[in-house]
């Protein structure tokens, strides 16, 4: 236990010693605030045309969902967000040590490859969870200045924290089979493309093959965290994931490990 805090702590120091965790969460919070702002604005005048129209006819103003038309699609499109900024910060977790030469003393080290690969992947998930409590302050100027529902909101971020950790296990994967960087990035970026298309090609095939592609897809599974649901086959998708991404790091590093 001592080695994987001393591990998670020299993770979280290199991310936030460095400009890079900042540039990383600027950019991520300014993209996400743009979105926020366009979804918030157009269900705003939406809303008033709505109610002039519904004064002009006589009739009683339709009952918008800030949810379903603002919050929900803005989740989706943190979802995206992710997708092209976590590989960025995993690309480097492995492939960095073994370009400098350092991942000979993390072999010859008396810590356990497991506590490196748990204590990189705790440090990469810590700076996401930052991330996403950030963008919580948009929840809150919506909560003080309207009525969104609590629940899909809550749910919609546990949906976000999971569909995170899934990247960051993929990404941690291939960092450790390759000293580039940028492959190691592009090859994660890849990997997770192909479970998102998943869902679109069960759009174009039989009924059978399109239910097991949706049970494939990354994001088909978040859809139902994004709607305030809780299933627990989500979960369970979510976490197997992650646990395969982790146990291919671990067995790649014991390759490795056995190699030298």
């Known amino acids: 236990m001592r080695n994987y805090v001393a591990i998670l702590q020299k993770e979280l120091k290199s991310y936030f010693v460095s400009p890079l965790a900042y540039v990383f969460i600027f ?8 979105f926020f702002y366009l979804y918030v604005s157009s269900f705003i005048k939406y809303s008033f045309q709505a109610a002039m129209q519904a004064q002009y006819y006589r009739m009683a103003p339709p009952k918008l969902n800030i ?31 073994k370009k400098l030469g350092t991942i000979e003393l ?3 080290s008396p810590v356990k490859n497991i506590q490196t690969v ?3 992947f705790s440090a990469s998930t810590i700076l996401f969870l930052v991330i996403l409590l950030l963008t919580f302050v948009y929840m809150v100027f919506l909560m003080i200045f309207g009525n969104p529902e609590i629940g899909p909101i ?11 950790m899934v990247y960051i296990s993929v990404g941690l994967f291939f960092s450790s089979i390759t000293e580039n960087q940028i492959i190691a990035a592009v090859a994660t970026f890849g990997m997770i493309l192909v479970f998102w298309i998943f869902g679109w090609v069960a759009n174009f095939v039989g009924p059978g093959l399109a239910a097991v592609l949706q049970n494939l897809s990354v994001i088909e599974h978040f859809d139902d965290f994004s709607k305030g649901v809780l299933d627990s086959k989500h979960i369970v998708y979510y976490l197997s994931f992650i646990f395969y991404g982790i146990f291919l790091t671990y067995l ?3 390759s490795n490990r056995w190699r030298l």
């Open 118 to 120: 748990l204590a990189k």
């Open 67 to 97: 949810n379903l038309m603002a919050i929900r699609p803005l989740f989706h499109n943190i979802s995206v967000f992710a997708l092209f900024f976590l590989p960025l910060i995993t690309m480097r977790a492995f492939a960095e040590e």
């Open 154 to 164: 809550l749910t919609g971020y546990l949906g976000l924290l999971f569909i995170g």
């Open 252 to 254: 790649s590093l014991e």
């Open 106 to 108: 993390i072999f010859t």
């Open 27 to 34: 950019l991520f919070i300014l993209i996400a605030a743009l």
